[in-house]
């Protein structure tokens, strides 16, 4: 809805259809450990690698700064 695209391919490249900044980044802190991180531009059949640092630099540039957050890792709950 905010972002206008299809369920599922949702990244946080969308972030600059959301001009009302309803929508807030949030990111896992274990993807911040690489120095790349992979993303669907607007459709899952698409994947772009881009820097960390670049992804932040963004984000900030489209108004949308995240808060990070210790998902658990679904392969050491057994949840994989």
């Known amino acids: 809805r905010y ?7 949702v990244s ?3 972030l600059l ?6 929508v807030q980044l949030i990111i896992d802190r274990a993807l911040m ?3 790349f991180i992979s993303g669907h531009p607007g459709i899952s ?5 881009m820097r960390r640092e670049d992804l932040l630099n963004y ?9 990070y957050v210790d998902l658990p890792d679904p392969r050491e709950t057994g949840e994989a």
């Open 33 to 35: 450990e690489d120095d």
């Open 45 to 49: 059949t698409s994947t772009l690698r």
């Open 3 to 9: 972002l206008q695209t299809p369920p599922g391919s």
């Open 12 to 14: 946080a490249l969308e």
């Open 59 to 67: 984000a900030g540039a489209v108004g949308h700064s995240p808060i």
């Open 17 to 22: 259809f959301d001009t009302d900044h309803r």
